[in-house]
């Protein structure tokens, strides 16, 4: 029987979008399920975005500098090509958006598009217009998503999520959960590769 993995994850962290990369470069191999979870690691951010320059806390360029060069090297890994966002995006809409499409049966290449657009295209995906045109490109109902997103249609779902993440004790992202095994940050493939070899091995779930 194939297993499920559960990842708790957000547009916005430059983890995440490495963690999935890993984990799809892993599902052909062992042929599990991908649940996604959504965890908002940033509601504070302004619904129409925040300016990295107009950060109330913004890291020393420096220090950020060098952040993003251990980012890369781990997205070079992994197969991503990304650079560090000038707009800090709200991402609670992109995050409906996602459950939209995933209802719709284009969730993979959703989820895949988004994360395009805001570390590498540098677009703001915190806003409507920028998702409609996402939902456009995958062969999403661009009306239909408007009119998910204006009457709030997925944000009870986002609400169960995150109450589930606080009750497995989640505090950043991404978060895996897999059997007995759970597991944050974005892990190197071979090491994902031994935990689901582990998990594979002691609970007999076959591909």
């Excluded at 490495?18 to 940033?42: D, S, Y």
């Excluded at 409906?96 to 988004?114: C, H, P, S």
């Excluded at 589930?164 to 959960?177: E, I």
């Amino acid at each position: 029987m194939a297993f499920k993995l559960e990842m708790f994850s957000d547009f916005v962290c430059p983890f995440c979008y490495i963690g999935l990369a890993t984990v799809r470069k892993l599902q052909p191999e062992f042929g599990f399920e991908l649940e996604p979870r959504a965890f908002q690691i940033h509601p504070e951010w302004p619904a129409e975005g925040l300016p990295l320059a107009q950060h109330p806390r913004m890291m020393d360029p420096k220090a950020r500098r060098l952040i993003w060069t251990h980012i890369l090297e781990l997205a070079d890994a992994a197969g991503v090509t990304m650079k560090a966002p000038e707009v800090l995006a709200n991402s609670r809409l992109a995050l409906q958006a996602a459950e939209f499409a995933r209802e719709n049966g284009r969730g993979e290449a959703f989820d895949d598009l988004v994360y395009r657009a805001y570390f590498s295209d540098g677009l703001n995906i915190g806003l409507q217009g920028v998702l409609g045109d996402l939902a456009i490109d995958v062969g999403l109902d661009r009306a239909e998503l408007d009119r998910a997103l204006e009457s709030q249609r997925y944000a009870a779902r986002l609400e169960r999520d995150s109450q589930l993440a606080h009750q497995r004790g989640v505090s950043g992202v991404p978060a895996f959960f897999l059997g007995e095994y759970s597991f944050t940050g974005a892990q190197s493939e071979e090491m994902m590769r031994e935990i689901m070899r582990r998990h594979v091995t002691t609970t007999g779930a076959a591909k």
